[in-house]
């Protein structure tokens, strides 16, 4: 209780730290100690106050200093102590991707072989993503074809040399999708199953969608439901 009443004495609002917001301060800072707030805000892509508030907090923690230099403005510093949280935190992102691509790479290796198998080859992943990613490198080791990313939110015309399509009814027959959207993909797999049918929608377990199973043929017992 009584940090969060400190927080708030400094102007801060109340949040949960994020690391990679927390991390992508610490790197801003390191690369350039003239940066500003609103440079900081710009790169990382949140809000301006959010920005500032992550710098307060880390001037509270010992991670990071503050000098002030003509015309008003501020150079900030990493701390001994902010060096050693950025390497840790670095090291644990670095980690954290790793398990993440080998964990996306194997899933989904495991669908398009299961769809070579059935016959499927005509493939549609929905949704732009890093695990869209993964899945337009997997392709490469099977014999399917990757018709397009479907992704309406999504203003490019490919990914990856993919073409991007605002609807699966766009890309002719289609045999399977496989979701690789990250944002929603409970919705975006509800969506598809009305669209598609629950045996042609196809979800690696990393996604976590509830009712999917460890075999994707099993997909279509939550569609019955």
Do not use: W
Not at 31 to 40: A, K, L, T
Not at 131 to 148: F, G, N, P, R, S
């Amino acid at each position: 209780m009584a940090k969060n009443t400190k927080d708030k004495a400094h102007g801060e609002k109340d949040f949960a730290e994020n690391d990679e917001i927390l991390l992508g301060v610490l790197t801003a800072v390191d690369s350039n100690s003239n940066i500003s707030q609103r440079h900081i805000s710009s790169e990382l892509g949140v809000a301006l106050g959010l920005a500032n508030a992550y710098l307060r907090r880390c001037v509270r923690k010992g991670l990071i200093k503050i000098h002030q230099v003509p015309r008003r403005r501020y150079v900030y510093y990493l701390t001994p102590h902010g060096f050693a949280e950025k390497a840790r935190l670095t090291g644990q992102y670095l980690s954290a991707s790793f398990t993440f691509f080998r964990r996306a790479r194997d899933q989904l290796s495991a669908l398009m072989a299961d769809c070579v198998k059935q016959g499927r080859r005509r493939i549609v992943l929905v949704g732009v993503s890093d695990l869209a990613e993964v899945a337009i490198l997997c392709a490469q080791d099977h014999d399917i074809e990757l018709v397009a990313v479907v992704d309406p939110d999504h203003a490019a015309v490919t990914f990856r040399g993919v073409p991007i399509h605002a609807s699966v009814f766009g890309c002719g027959r289609v045999d399977a999708a496989i979701i690789t959207n990250l944002k929603s993909p409970d919705q975006v797999y509800q969506h598809l199953v009305v669209e598609l049918g629950a045996d042609r929608v196809l979800v690696a377990r990393l996604l976590r969608i509830k009712g999917d199973a460890a075999d994707p043929k099993l997909l279509s017992s939550e569609a019955a439901k």
